[in-house]
């Protein structure tokens, strides 16, 4: 049979394309893909220089031959199928068509044939990009993947199903799906306008397979879908939501089972599009899609059906099981299973010998506020402009044999903020390398002066902790390579009006040969590297050291939390501590965090050598499933010894216990109605901070726990009920010792009134002294600032502290302690420091009276002055502290001063006038008697 020979009907020959220029374009095409790709492999090159370098050169391959084993399949796959689909096409287009009639490139088969290829390339460089980008992990932790030890309650699968495999063959039918259906577009795009489906032989083979390719592909996606069921709270595509996070009633009487059937239907419409191909039957092929199409909208809804009029009428009974597995699961995967539970009643009596059994607990109780204190040190300790305080960050050291929790932050160089004249390259690459040591401050002191009391100031560092090695190559800032040991001195720090220079002694960087120095000057774009007469052989490259992005670079695969800290080892030498993180969002039955995830565990503890940037990954966590499947892959990576005064320094990552708290709101209910109800719920705390109210973040207190022999560091967070601010209970994470990692729940019993937060805040508002204070304090140019308000739980009492800062509008002024509120049970009090707070509290509990004559225990703080005496001596005091102010040139301390000169004289006249009554006038009966007022 012959087919008739189509025609264009305005068929008009075109203008012949020159064929030099046709030549030189798909020369430049080739030129460019090779100027990439040359590229690319010098970036590869300059990182594994870098990796072997750490001693990680193992890591890097591993992850290298993944990547190259997925690209060159990927490669193949996707540039061959293109390239003869493309073929395929130009020898049904040359079978129908006279020449003049195909495009100038059909007819020249050498330029067809390199376009081709280039085509085909470039799509399969597209292609295999994403895959060995997205794929190289699910890879290489399906290969190596660990049992977790659990089995879903639907499937009877090992979680590890969900975790490696699933996303594996997830992965892998999406990636040929997405390549089918480009092709599929082209083949239907080409075929379809020359109506060559119905003429040609090879024409129609080739996309029928691509149909049936199509059918099979969506099947499978079909099939695997009814896993998914576990992963989602979503029943249907109208997107109605489930109260289980998981596989529901729905899920399991309709969506499960018409996952077989949906599976089949893509296969039977591919076979049925071929025989309408074949068969020339437009209908046929037309019916199939609007069949599928007919069957997945039959069976979502169906799930609405079921969900609306069999669910929703008993949808605790029926969803009673499932919510049994969304609160089993989702404890595990938060590692929320084992936490230990007390009663805490919080109406302990505070008293001396409560006190004195908790003294170190006092003593470390924190009156500074991490916040404001960031600018005190940049203001105060940077010491000249081009260092920075990135953070300020709590920790425990052992000083002169106590145990006290301090705030420590790293001097970091900022080149950014060097002079414009000195921003050339030597400077900031050969020069201006490193930042210099510490600052660190008490927790608890302050000075005279409302500032933090430094354990550790100046430079060179001097202080309490002993740094030996202050020099800051590695941090925080976005820093750039430098090169040391060059014939270029590197500036240490300023000496009066002279600088100190350094010179690099460690042998931690890249050796700078004449290799390596071509390699990274064409990584860095700096030619420069290669031909400065400033560098030699004793030279060395520091790359990638912000710490945040070198541990990244090495273990891509980890999670990290975003706060690293500064700690000062035994032998004086600097180190960072970063927290890593193993995350999936493949726990079946386990609600997921605001991020995605819903599985989260604290593995690995990174920690970065501050001067030879030497990475470290110490495992504290080896029961981890994730982890050992990590371990597994690079089995030198990780490291189980860990040197004791690292281990001392180690702190629960607040990142990590915000998640936990977070989901713990909700699945700390048992009972299955109470939790379908949420009548539990708890809320986190709210504080006031400056004039806003905002959440209350965990925070780190060192205090002895109930039933424990002595004080700890524990990482809190209280908790309030849903819409109500009494507190409820508060969970601790244990920091020390064999216990690091231990979750406590204490709560209050729900019979009782504990003030939550907001409560005191609130109380604090409402009180006319203290009230007032703020409000003068607000006045004349200043500002007051509420700090941090901890919760400090004392055995069954419970404290209530909050720093009250003072600070100028000024940009340039430094926010000053000036206050500190305690409160306990009903009693506020506002005084000058932690201990005379204390003092007065003691004194308010015993009933005494005070010395201001006020009866103890009263909500009203107005001082009453008694006898002309008592003003005397106050108005001394107060004088005598305005006289030092001036002296030392404080003067918005001195105007706050003469401000309380002024009150207390006001204060004095009006006592005088309510004081003072006629002759003759008797004064007002007091409780029923007669009092008589003698004028």
């Not at 083979?205 to 879908?225: A, E, R």
């Not at 901070?689 to 205090?703: H, K, N, R, S, V």
């Amino acid at each position: 049979m012959k087919f008739k020979v189509y025609h264009y009907h305005d068929y008009q020959p075109k203008k012949k394309l020159n064929k030099k220029k046709a030549y030189w374009l798909a020369a430049a095409g080739l030129f460019l893909m090779i100027f990439v790709i040359g590229d690319f492999l010098f970036s590869l090159l300059a990182e594994y220089i870098w990796m072997d370098s750490l001693g990680y050169s193992d890591v890097f391959i591993t992850i290298l031959s993944a990547r190259i084993l997925l690209f060159a399949a990927g490669f193949l796959l996707f540039s061959c199928t293109l390239f003869l689909t493309l073929l395929g096409i130009r020898r049904a287009y040359l079978h129908h068509f006279f020449p003049e009639e195909l495009p100038f490139i059909f007819r020249q088969r050498k330029l067809f044939m390199i376009s081709s290829l280039v085509m085909a390339s470039l799509y399969g460089l597209l292609g295999s990009s994403v895959v060995q980008g997205l794929g190289w992990e699910r890879f290489l932790t399906y290969q190596n993947q660990v049992s977790f030890q659990v089995r879903d309650p639907i499937f009877g699968h090992d979680i590890s199903f969900y975790v490696y495999s699933l996303p594996f063959w997830n992965f892998v039918v999406s990636s040929l799906l997405g390549l089918v259906i480009v092709i599929l577009i082209i083949q239907g795009t080409a075929y379809g306008l020359a109506k060559l489906l119905w003429r040609d032989r090879g024409a129609r083979v080739q996309f029928t397979l691509s149909v049936m390719l199509l059918g099979v592909l969506l099947g499978t996606k079909h099939f695997l879908g009814r896993y998914d069921t576990l992963l989602s709270d979503t029943i249907n595509g109208f997107q109605q939501k489930s109260v289980v996070y998981g596989a529901s009633y729905t899920d399991v009487v309709i969506n499960i089972p018409s996952a077989y059937l949906l599976g089949v239907t893509p296969v039977m419409a591919a076979v049925a599009i071929l025989v309408g191909l074949y068969r020339k039957n437009w209908r046929l092929i037309a019916a199939v899609p609007i069949l599928y199409v007919l069957v997945l909208i039959g069976v979502q809804l169906a799930a609405w059906g079921v969900q609306q009029f069999v669910v929703t009428p008993n949808e605790f009974e029926r969803e009673k099981p499932y919510l049994e597995h969304s609160l089993t699961y989702t404890r595990q995967a938060y590692g929320l299973d084992n936490i230990r539970q007390y009663v805490n009643t919080g109406s302990g009596a505070l008293s001396e010998e409560l006190l004195e059994r908790n003294s170190l607990t006092l003593n470390n109780v924190r009156i500074n506020d991490p916040r404001p204190l960031l600018d005190v040190y940049n203001q105060m300790q940077t010491i000249r402009t081009y260092y920075q305080f990135n953070d300020v960050d709590v920790d425990r050291y052992l000083i002169d044999g106590e145990y006290q929790q301090v705030f420590i932050g790293a001097r970091e160089l900022n080149t950014e903020n060097l002079p414009a004249q000195a921003q050339t390259w030597m400077n900031r690459t050969l020069r201006y390398t490193h930042g210099y040591g510490i600052a660190a401050s008490h927790v608890n002191h302050v000075t005279p002066q409302g500032q933090p009391e430094f354990l550790v100031k100046n430079l060179p560092p001097e202080g309490s902790l002993n740094v030996t090695r202050p020099q800051i190559y590695f941090g925080e800032q976005n820093y750039s390579s430098v090169i040391v040991n060059t014939k270029v001195d590197e500036f240490d720090y300023p000496e009066g009006d002279s600088n100190v220079t350094y010179r690099y002694t460690a042998d931690s960087g890249i050796p700078m040969t004449r290799f390596h120095r071509f390699v990274y000057a064409w990584e860095e774009k700096s030619p420069r590297i290669f031909i400065s007469g400033l560098i030699t052989e004793e030279s060395q490259l520091l790359r990638k050291r912000n710490i945040m992005e070198r541990i990244k670079s090495i273990a891509p695969f980890l999670q990290y939390d975003q706060d690293p800290y500064i700690v000062v080892r035994n032998d004086g030498t600097l180190v960072w501590i970063v927290d890593a993180y193993t995350t999936t969002r493949y726990y079946p039955y386990a609600e997921p965090v605001r991020t995605g995830f819903n599985y989260i565990r604290n593995p690995v503890k990174v920690v970065v050598d501050a001067y030879t940037g030497e990475v470290h990954f110490y495992v504290v966590d080896r029961e981890d499933p994730l982890w050992q499947t990590y371990a597994n892959i690079f089995p030198g990576l990780f490291e189980e010894k860990i040197p004791e005064d690292i281990r001392a320094h180690f702190r629960y990552p607040v990142n990590l216990f915000t998640y936990q708290a977070d989901i713990f709101r909700t699945y700390h209910m048992s009972d299955l109605e109470v939790f379908y109800n949420r009548e539990d719920m708890w809320a986190f705390p709210t504080e006031k901070y400056y004039d806003q109210d905002i959440l209350m973040e965990p925070y780190y207190i060192t205090m002895q726990l109930p039933d424990e022999e002595q004080e700890e560091f524990i990482l809190i967070q209280p908790f309030t009920p849903n819409n109500r601010q009494n507190m409820i209970a508060w969970l601790a994470a244990r920091n020390d010792g064999e216990q690091y990692g231990e979750l406590l729940l204490y709560r209050f019993p729900k019979q009782r009134t504990v003030y939550g937060p907001q409560q005191i805040e609130n109380r604090i508002n409402q009180d006319p002294y203290i009230s007032q204070q703020l409000n003068l304090w607000s006045q004349g140019g200043s500002r007051t600032i509420r700090g941090n308000l901890l919760v400090i739980p004392i055995e069954d009492t419970l404290l209530y502290v909050e720093p009250v800062y003072i600070e100028s509008d000024s940009h340039t002024s430094l926010p000053e302690v000036g206050k500190i509120i305690v409160a306990y049970q009903d009693y506020i009090v506002m005084e000058d420091t932690f201990e005379e707070a204390i003092d007065r509290l003691l004194e308010m509990e015993a009933g005494d009276v005070r010395a201001d004559g006020q009866q103890s225990g009263q909500d009203e703080q107005t001082p009453l002055i008694v006898t002309a005496e008592a003003l005397v001596d106050q108005l001394a005091d107060l004088f005598n502290a305005y006289r030092d102010a001036m002296s030392a040139g404080q003067w918005e301390k001195a105007g706050r001063i003469m401000t309380e000169i002024e009150k207390q004289l006001e204060t004095w006249q009006q006592q005088q006038v309510i004081n003072q009554t006629a002759p003759g006038e008797e004064a007002e009966p007091v409780d029923g008697e007669e009092a008589d007022a003698e004028g």
